[in-house]
C-alpha cells in the first residue's frame, strides 16, 4: 500500500492561504464537487505511453480533520510500469467555512520518477471555484528543469537548472515499505517539491513507538516518525507507521490548527462532504487585549511573543515598522502611520516590481481599463495611488470569501473576492501606471473581534519607501493597527506563491500580542 507524501505540505499551504479575507461578512455559497483530473500519464510525452500496462497498481485513502471536523478526503494511487518508472496521483479535497461562505479547494498532483525515484516530470493542479483552475507543470530535459504554470489561461514559463538524481517525497516514504528506519535513524534526501516548484531536503526521523488512536476510534501502539523540509524550517508532520511501512495517521499544526490525516476505506473517504461548522477565519484569529487605540495613534508599540520562533527573522523592519529584539522569543514592535508624501515620483523599481507576473498580470486588458479609469486627473504618483486604491475599494463590491487567491485579470473581469483579490487588482493596475509594486500580508486589528487577523494588502514604491494601500477599505498609507509579516511581487513562474505565507504558517496560533503604548 502507498503511503502518503505531499498531501500534508499542499494542505498546510491551502489553509494559510485561506486565512486572509476581508473584514466583512458574507452569505454561504455552495458549489459542487469538482471532477478527477484526467490520468497524468496520458497527457504528457514523456509519461509511459497510454498503451502500457502496469505492472501493479495500489491505492490508499484519508479523511482530513481540524479541531476533531472532518473537512476533507484524499487519495494516493500508485502505478508501476514494467520499465520500472513509478506514477503517483495524490488528490485531496477539502471543504469548509470562511466568515460564513463555503469553500472547497481541490489539489492533484502527479509525479513520475524513474526505478530510483528520481525525479522525471510532474503535474500539480488546484481547482478552487469560481476561481480558474491553476496548473503547474515541470519536465526534467537535458539537466533543466522546464517548468510552466497556467493562471487565468495565461501561461508563463520558467527553465531552472536541475540537480542530477534529486527524487521526491514521496520515493523517500516509499522506501519504508523495503527499508523501515532502525530506532533512532534520520534518512534524509534532496527532494523536489511540486508545491512550491523548488528543491530541497526532506528528512525522516524516528521518534520511537507510541500509542495513537486511529481512525476507527481503537488504539494502536506504531511508530512514530517526523518528517520536515528546508522549503518551511520549523513545519513538522508526525507519522504513525504500521509493520508495513504504511502510514495511518499523520497530524500537522500549522497557522494554530492541527490538520489530523487517518486512513480509511475508499468507501468511508468519499462519503459526501456537507460542509461542516468549522470555520477557518474565526479559527486563526489572533485573540489580544483591547487594541482600539492604535487605530488612529501616530505610533504603536507592540509585545509579541511565540514560544519556539524567531520572530525578529520573520519580521521586516522598515520606516513604518521597527523592531526591537527583547530575547529569542520576544520583540517589540513600533509602528509608524504615515500619508502618502505629495507630489513624489515613483521609485525606482526592479523588472519584478513592474513586470506583469502570473498573477499580477497588468498587461491584461481590463486590468488597463480598470488602471486609466483610476488615474482620471491625477498627476503625480502618490495621487494616483490614492486614486487607485479608492477605485478598486468602490468598484470590487461583491465579497466573495470561497475564493483564495484569484490572478488580478480574474478579479478586474468579475470584481468580487477579499482582500487578496483587492491587493493583487490593485497591485497590477500600479504597474500599468509604471508604479513599483508588491502584496504584503500581516495582521490587521478588528475591534469587533478584540482580535488580530490575517489580512492581505499592497504597497507601492513612492520614493525611497514602500507605502501600504489597503483596497478593503479604499486607504493609503501606514496605519497602526496593521502588523507585516511579509512581502512579494508574485513574479514565481511554476509554483504556488507559497513563500509569502511562510511567516504566518508557523506563528498564528502561539503567537501572542500586547499593545504597549500609544502616540496621538
Known sequence: MPIFSSQSRTNVYLI?????????????????????????AAE????????VTPVSVSEAWEINQISGQRVGFGSTIEKVFPNGDIETTETSEMLFKRLGQLLRIKAVGTQLTGPNGELRQFRLEIANPPASTTVTTGVVRDGKLELESIVNGKSSKKTTDWQPGTQTQSWLKRELRTKPLAPGEKRSVQAFFPEFSKSGKATLETIGSEETTLADGKS???????????????????MWVDDQGAVQKSVTNAVGLELVSLT???????????????????????????????????????????????????????????????????????????PLEKGV???KGTPASLESSPYLQSDDERVIGHAKRAIGSAVDASEIAASMSTYVHRQVQRKNFSTTLASAGEVAKTLEGDCTEHAVLLAAMLRVARIPSRVAIGLVYVPSERAFGGHMWTEALLGNDWYPLDAVTGSAGAKCHYIKFSSSYLDEVGSQPSSLFNPMVLTIGQLEIKLLSTTK
Open 16 to 40: 494559510a492561504v485561506c486565512t486572509f479575507c476581508a473584514l466583512i461578512d458574507g452569505s454561504a455559497v455552495q458549489f459542487p464537487l469538482l471532477p478527477v483530473a484526467p490520468s497524468f
Open 44 to 51: 504528457t510525452p514523456a509519461a509511459p505511453a497510454e498503451a
Open 220 to 238: 494502536a501502539t506504531l511508530q512514530k516518525i517526523k518528517s520536515t523540509q528546508s522549503i518551511i524550517p520549523g513545519l513538522a508532520v508526525y
Open 264 to 338: 480509511v476505506a475508499k468507501d468511508i473517504a468519499l462519503q459526501q462532504l456537507a460542509g461542516s461548522e468549522f470555520d477557518l477565519a474565526a479559527a486563526t484569529l489572533v485573540r489580544v487585549n483591547d487594541c482600539t487605540p492604535a487605530i488612529g495613534s501616530k505610533t504603536a508599540r507592540y509585545r509579541l511573543r511565540h514560544p519556539t520562533g524567531d520572530l525578529a527573522s520573520w519580521l521586516p523592519d522598515d520606516r513604518f515598522q521597527q523592531i526591537k529584539i527583547i530575547d529569542p522569543q520576544t520583540v517589540e514592535v513600533t509602528v509608524t502611520s504615515a
Open 345 to 347: 515620483q515613483p521609485g
